[in-house]
């Protein structure tokens, strides 16, 4: 999986170093980085979370695999493989994005995102796990994933989220959801370019969007950059973490 990630500028939350003055601040900035898909990467990435909290994921596995057989939510059908392409996948998004979001002093405490396109809650009802404190909205547009969604929620005892069943370019236009939300997420939904269109619009000034892409995403980030401009975000820097290598750009 490939990551990229945009914050909304006029509090410069990234590289301060790159920042002109104030009336040419870009208002958002943009991330990208890889994950490994490897068991230990599950198993480290799990290792982090309390016994309840891998609880709650292991009984998301298992209503995913379920409802998995009725409808269609996910290509994998192997528990160990949904570990680690889809549970490690999205907890490896938290290091990057805290470390974004901190570098210029937000505080990741009580953090609201908004999962675009969640489909079977990736990455966002994970994500929802590892971080209690954080408020998450699941935007989908199908009703039959919706359905899952909220029996997920029920099932997995989340208290921090709540499902919205509609598309993207809606919820966008408003009130109650446009610049609302410190994050905007969304996971091999659409191009970056159309993703820019969809989420950012959602993000308020300061947050961050990330997109988690495919292997090799660099075709699509160089096609998505006049997009992601019109929008009033910009590329980032590669970089190395532990479990994966992501690049800021700005």
């Known amino acids: 999986m490939s990551l990229c990630c945009c914050s909304a500028g006029s509090r410069r939350l990234l590289l301060p170093g790159l920042f002109l003055g104030q009336h040419h601040q870009l208002r958002r900035s943009l991330v990208h980085f890889r994950a490994a898909s490897t068991a230990a990467a599950a198993s480290s990435s ?10 709650q994921v292991s009984l998301y596995v298992d209503a995913l695999l379920d409802w998995n057989q009725r409808m269609n939510l996910t290509a994998v059908t192997d528990e160990a493989e949904v570990m680690t392409r889809h549970v490690a996948d999205s907890l490896a998004v938290l290091s990057p994005l805290e470390r974004a979001y901190t570098s210029r002093g937000g505080d990741v405490a009580g953090i609201s995102l ?30 039959k994933r919706c359905t899952f969604l909220e029996h997920a929620v029920e099932v997995m005892e989340l208290s921090n989220v709540d499902v919205v069943c509609d598309r993207a370019e809606n919820v966008g236009q408003s009130d109650d959801f446009r610049e609302a939300f410190d994050v905007a ?10 993703l820019a269109e969809y989420c ?23 096609s998505a950059k006049a997009a992601v401009r019109t929008l009033g975000a910009s590329m980032l820097d590669l970089c190395n973490g532990t479990l994966s290598s992501f690049a800021l750009c700005i």
């Open 114 to 143: 908004i999962d675009v396109g969640s489909g079977a809650g990736l990455p966002g009802l994970i994500l929802a796990v590892a971080r209690p404190s954080w408020k998450f909205t699941l935007l989908e547009s199908m009703r």
């Open 46 to 55: 799990t290792a982090s979370l309390s016994p309840a909290q891998q609880r």
């Open 185 to 194: 997420a969304a996971r091999a939904v659409a191009e970056l370019k159309v």
């Open 200 to 222: 950012l619009p959602l993000v308020r000034v300061g947050g961050l969007f990330v997109a988690a892409k495919g292997h090799d995403p660099h075709e699509e980030i160089r």
